[in-house]
Each structure stands twice: as structure tokens, then as C-alpha cells.
């Protein structure tokens, strides 16, 4: 019996790890997949760099839209052209989910 619980304490411990790592999916300079998440953005239909979903609560990257100098993590400056980094917004199955803040915006 006491073999049981603690195999199934080990799985759990194991399943929340797991979770816990599968849910950074920006490491802790702010960079997903080698893309620096600061910085001039355009908003594209197909090929993005990454893909994109707003939510209200619990997002990968919090951000903040701003007019210039968009020099911080989650600071970003929608263009038109000559962009640091493509984005498509999705409804499901997103590389990460972000939150529009009007202040601090970086990691949560």
C-alpha cells in the first residue's frame, strides 16, 4: 500500500514539473525561439514568425503598445514594413498568449 501512494505521489510530482516547464515557453531574457519579444511588429495573415493569442488572464507576455523606442521586453510598435518580427493572431492553438497592459509589460 505505502508503495502505491508514493509511486502515485512520484507521478504527480513528475506531472507538475513537466507542466511547469511546458508552460515557459519564454525563457527569461523575454526571447521565444531566438525572436526577441521587443520591438517593431507587423501583423501579417500567413507565414508568421509566431503565432499569437489575446487573452485576459494568465498570458505568456504581458504588452504594452507603444508609438516609439519600443526597447523593452513586451514593448512592441505595429508597422507596416521593415518589421523585427511577424505576427498572426489565432484564436486556438497559439506559439504564445499575451495580455495588453498599459503599464509593465514584460514577463508575468
Not at 51 to 72: G, I, S, T, Y
Not at 94 to 105: E, G, L, R, S, T
Request: charge should be positive; hydrophobic fraction near 50%.
Amino acid at each position: 500500500m505505502k508503495k502505491k501512494i508514493c509511486l502515485l505521489l512520484c507521478l504527480l510530482v513528475a506531472l507538475a514539473v513537466s507542466t511547469a516547464s511546458a508552460a515557459s515557453k519564454i525563457n527569461s531574457d523575454g526571447y521565444y525561439k531566438g525572436i526577441r519579444l521587443a520591438g517593431k511588429v507587423q501583423v501579417v495573415e500567413a507565414f508568421p514568425d509566431i503565432k499569437v493569442q489575446v487573452v485576459n488572464a494568465f498570458p505568456d507576455l504581458k504588452v504594452q503598445v507603444v508609438e516609439a523606442f519600443p526597447d523593452k521586453i513586451g514593448q512592441w510598435q505595429f508597422v507596416e514594413a521593415f518589421p523585427d518580427f511577424k505576427i498572426q493572431f489565432v484564436t486556438a492553438f497559439p506559439d504564445i498568449k499575451i495580455q495588453y497592459v498599459n503599464a509593465f509589460p514584460g514577463l508575468p
